[in-house]
């Protein structure tokens, strides 16, 4: 499955285990956390497009919190609140606040576990 720019969800989930594991990429850890859950953050959207685009399609101008919100109607109750829930941590993830600590990689890691999960059942 690939998104409007072409990335497949398996490449950004490759891109995320990367940043996870390989010391030889050039940032600081914390840099790296970001950038795997930035994307991770992806490949989850990309998922849930392709769900709601198998049953409504037409939503690609609709906000993703928008999409979250519809999620719930079009596939099971824990899945969409567990969609919803693990988006907004990877939101939260991804952005830089000089007043907060970032993702650990534990942290990081539970989500890609979580992400891989909802891949699956959402698509599959």
């Given at each position: 499955?690939?998104?409007?720019?072409?990335?497949?969800?398996d490449?950004?989930?490759?891109?995320?285990?990367?940043?996870?594991?390989?010391?030889s990429?050039?940032?600081?850890?914390?840099?790296?956390?970001?950038?795997a859950?930035?994307?991770?953050?992806?490949?989850?959207e990309?998922?849930v497009?392709?769900?709601?685009?198998?049953v409504?399609?037409?939503l690609?101008g609709?906000?993703?919190?928008?999409?979250?919100l519809?999620?719930?109607?079009?596939?099971?109750a824990?899945?969409?609140?567990?969609?919803?829930?693990?988006w907004?941590?990877?939101c939260?993830?991804?952005?830089y606040h000089?007043?907060?600590?970032?993702?650990?990689?534990?942290?990081?890691?539970?989500?890609?576990?979580?992400v891989?999960?909802?891949?699956?059942?959402?698509?599959?």
């Amino acid at each position: 499955m690939t998104g409007a720019a072409g990335t497949s969800i398996d490449e950004l989930l490759l891109t995320a285990d990367r940043l996870l594991s390989d010391p030889s990429v050039e940032a600081s850890a914390a840099g790296r956390h970001r950038g795997a859950s930035l994307a991770l953050r992806t490949a989850l959207e990309i998922a849930v497009d392709h769900a709601l685009d198998a049953v409504m399609p037409g939503l690609a101008g609709v906000n993703m919190r928008a999409k979250m919100l519809c999620l719930r109607c079009y596939t099971a109750a824990t899945t969409a609140r567990k969609a919803n829930a693990v988006w907004s941590h990877l939101c939260l993830g991804c952005h830089y606040h000089q007043y907060e600590i970032g993702p650990t990689k534990d942290q990081v890691h539970r989500w890609r576990g979580e992400v891989d999960w909802l891949v699956n059942v959402l698509i599959h």
